[in-house]
């Protein structure tokens, strides 16, 4: 089992930037990826961006790309979201997510990111 606990989230103006962090506990050895999940009210869940922890090879959804960043310290089972030019439509909870068997298999309780225009 692995525990993930989100933090960083708030309100920010439109233009503005947030970070996200995410630390990854329980049995992360056997971790290959980690990533970002997003959920907006009345919206289904959408992949954000993911990071593999070896090798730190990266992917983002094409809504996100050349905002953020995804980055990791695996010596502190961190994943980041560093979030920039900030728009009201990346209003969200976001959750960190990590695998099992290279399957999405563990969340986050999320954290609440809003963006005032």
């Known amino acids: 089992q692995v525990q993930l606990a989100e933090s960083g989230g708030g309100l920010v103006q439109a233009g503005g930037s947030l970070q996200l962090s995410c630390v990854a506990s329980?049995?992360?050895?056997?971790?290959?990826?980690m990533g970002w999940f997003r959920q907006a009210p009345g919206k289904e869940r959408e992949f954000v961006a993911s990071i593999v922890r070896s090798g730190g090879r990266t992917n983002y959804a094409d809504s996100v790309k050349g905002r953020f960043t995804i980055s990791s310290d695996n010596a502190k089972n961190t994943v980041y979201l560093q979030m920039n030019s900030l728009k009201p439509e990346d209003t969200a909870v976001y959750s960190c997510a990590s695998d099992r068997s290279r399957v999405w298999a563990y969340w986050g309780q999320g954290t609440q990111v809003t963006v005032s225009s």
């Open positions: 329980g049995r992360t050895i056997s971790t290959y990826l």
